[in-house]
């Protein structure tokens, strides 16, 4: 009598669906009590459902895992494939970080951290600053494409348009906290130096600008405004990367025509900087004129001496030697910054500083001159 009340009140507890679909080992402990209890019911027999597995002895030693092919696919197993593919993938957005410089001949760099501040050449030649000057040929760098090393993407030299000489990272210190200097070079081999060859890399929709040896070009002067010098550093990738080494790049518009000779030049000025002395800027000059093709005969060089930048004063003093042809507007002087450095048109006065210079007299309509662009500085 005690069995079968009993039997009923855990009867009476199973629900409806459990009455209907009794499962594994909990649905045939009550088959047999709704066996007992239901009138009418006899040799009731449980549907078969597998039992859940019991717990294993093992269960902390990993197990080996059955081959991949009886195994359906999973995201990870689907994915694993495509290392490679996202590999090339990161390639891909190298190389179309880089075609920002696709036919763009003169590009600004702007900092995003130092709001309206450019890198430019210093006066000096030597020096790269940043300047809240925007419209003048010293804040503007003309895009060479050049091979790249094995093992690297797309590269590009970085030419100043003021003075014709080459963006390179060296490997002195600028001073505590500043990285390493960045400098104005002449290109003296036909292989540019790793520290000449530089790519770029999207971060969100600012780019950072770094040399084949993984150093960063960067701005400095957040906190102390003082500070002017453009240095590079090392930095991890990812998100990590400071802000002071993020850089917009602006395109500027190339012309063929040159501005005119009595224009006002467009070039870096210092408010608290006195005129250069007489000492500062002495230099020795050598000049030639091309052949027609454009070829340079270095057997041709002709040296003088002058006592000042002046860019108008140098056409004078050729004048004085050949004639005053050299004063009208059908002939052009550019800078060739090293043996292996392009020709740059000299729209400004010249570098202050007593290193030598190589000037290349260009007629107009020769090869040399056809071949030569001007960035058009004051555009939007």
Not at 28 to 53: D, E, I
Request: net charge positive.
């Amino acid at each position: 009598m005690w069995v079968h009340s009993h039997a009923s009140m855990r009867t009476h507890l199973v629900s409806e669906t459990e009455r209907a679909h009794p499962v594994g080992l909990r649905g045939f402990k009550y088959s047999r009590l709704l066996a007992a209890s239901a009138p009418g019911v006899t040799n009731f027999q449980p549907a078969h459902h597998p039992s859940p597995p019991l717990p294993s002895p093992l269960r902390g030693i990993q197990q080996p895992r059955r081959a991949l092919a009886t195994r359906l696919p999973t995201a990870r197993s689907v994915a694993a494939p495509r290392k490679e593919g996202r590999k090339e993938g990161r390639m891909s957005r190298s190389s179309s970080a880089m075609d920002v410089f696709n036919d763009v001949l003169f590009v600004r760099l702007r900092s995003i951290t130092r709001e309206g501040k450019y890198m430019a050449a210093d006066v000096d030649g030597v020096k790269v600053v940043l300047s809240g000057q925007r419209n003048v040929y010293n804040t503007v760098w003309a895009v060479d494409p050049t091979p790249a090393p094995p093992g690297h993407g797309p590269c590009v030299l970085l030419r100043s348009a003021a003075y014709g000489r080459y963006l390179f990272a060296t490997n002195r210190r600028a001073g505590l906290g500043l990285g390493k200097s960045v400098e104005q070079v002449d290109k003296e081999q036909i292989e540019p130096p790793p520290g000449m060859l530089w790519n770029v890399a999207r971060r969100g929709g600012d780019f950072v600008v770094r040399t084949v040896t993984g150093r960063y070009l960067r701005a400095n002067g957040k906190h102390l405004k003082f500070r002017r010098e453009v240095t590079t550093t090392s930095a991890p990738m990812g998100e990590n990367t400071s802000p002071m080494m993020l850089w917009a790049i602006e395109p500027v518009p190339a012309v063929t025509n040159p501005p005119g000779m009595l224009q006002d030049p467009r070039q870096l000025t210092h408010k608290n900087r006195a005129l250069p002395t007489e000492a500062q800027v002495s230099r020795q000059i050598r000049y030639l004129q091309p052949q027609e093709d454009g070829s340079i005969d270095e057997e041709e060089w002709t040296t003088i001496e002058i006592s000042n930048n002046n860019l108008l004063q140098l056409r004078y003093n050729l004048a004085n030697r050949h004639g005053p042809v050299y004063l009208c507007a059908g002939f052009g002087l550019c800078i060739r910054a090293g043996r292996y450095g392009r020709l740059t048109p000299i729209l400004i006065d010249l570098p202050i500083g007593n290193n030598k210079m190589d000037i290349v007299v260009v007629a107009v309509g020769s090869t040399a001159d056809n071949d030569l662009r001007y960035p058009n500085v004051t555009a939007p």
